[in-house]
């Protein structure tokens, strides 16, 4: 399936508006022996419009991403991916991790699962939080709503109440199990959804308003800046590229960011046939499950 987006659409439409340009209603007019000039003009204006229209929408397909439902799983919740890995969760609360083309079941029960940088972690119906460790979940002794690994070297939670927290790169990569120390260090705000990335953490609130702040291994921060735009969930894939999703169920990434400007410089509408709950993006693929339970990967 192409879900790639309008610039498929757009060319088909072009393409049917130039057929009609160019056949049978210019050759009636060009036989009305009464008026040839202008009939001559109007063949001529509608020539050149089908081909503005055709390189408009040229330009358009080049920002186009092609999508494939993935038929192997049904019914995700949500799905993460980071350094080349892809974990999911579905609507059953079952943890998969790809390998192939099959998804693996893991072991437990989770609603949320992150790979990246710091690791494989998940959070599960009771708020608790693990850390993938030889093949199983250790338990972390604090709560956490949803968090994210993909940041260089630690991750950041929300707890139930939405009050964001940082953990130390030493304290995520060295956690492996109850006993290891744990230095969680609270951030300001409430947040519903965060994750991290190379330049910084990306965070949205209750109201879908965008922030973003930038944090050194330690967690020591300058505090959130606003960003414009609404979105009900974010993503920042490992390269830095951020994608999220609005409460219409549209995808959004965010042009221009770099290390010296990592707030970018705007939102882009990335197309898709379906309104769309939850986007991750790692290595050139973007991955979306649809509010009907669809999952597609998509490239461009
Ligand atoms: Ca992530």
Redesign the pocket.
């Known amino acids: 399936m192409r879900g790639g987006g309008k610039g498929i659409k757009c060319v088909t439409l072009s393409l049917v508006q130039f057929k009609h340009y160019m056949g049978p209603p210019i050759t009636t007019l060009s036989n009305s022996s009464t008026n040839m000039p202008p009939a001559k003009y109007s063949r001529d204006i509608m020539r050149a419009t089908a081909a503005v229209l055709l390189v408009l929408c040229l330009l358009t397909i080049g920002h186009a991403w092609d999508c494939q439902i993935v038929v192997d799983i049904k019914n995700l919740m949500q799905i993460?991916?980071?350094l080349g890995q892809v974990v999911a969760t579905d609507t059953s609360q079952i943890p998969y991790y790809l390998v192939g083309d099959e998804w693996v079941r893991l072991p437990g029960s989770l609603r949320h699962i992150?790979?990246?940088p710091a690791g494989i972690w998940g959070v599960n119906n009771g708020n608790l939080m693990f850390k993938y460790v030889a093949g199983n979940w250790v338990q972390m002794a604090t709560g956490a709503k949803q968090l994210?690994?993909?940041g260089a070297v630690f991750l950041v939670g929300d707890n139930i109440d939405d009050t964001p927290w940082c953990l130390s790169r030493s304290a995520s990569l060295g956690f492996m199990g109850p006993d290891s120390p744990l230095r969680g260090i609270m951030l300001p705000g409430a947040v519903k959804y965060s994750?991290c990335g190379p330049f910084g953490c990306w965070a949205v609130n209750k109201n879908d308003d965008i922030y973003l702040m930038s944090l050194n291994q330690d967690c020591q921060n300058n505090g959130w800046s606003h960003i414009d735009g609404k979105l009900s969930m974010i993503?920042?894939?490992t390269d830095g590229s951020v994608f999220g999703v609005n409460s219409a169920g549209q995808v959004y990434t965010r042009d221009g960011i770099t290390a010296s400007k990592p707030d970018g410089t705007g939102w882009r509408i990335v197309p898709m046939y379906m309104p769309i709950k939850h986007v991750?993006y790692d290595l050139g693929r973007l991955w979306v499950v649809s509010n009907s339970g669809f999952t597609m990967v998509c490239t461009h």
Do not use: F, N, Y
Request: net charge negative; no cysteine.
């Open positions: 993460d991916a980071g992150t790979v990246g994210d690994a993909g994750s993503e920042v894939a991750t």
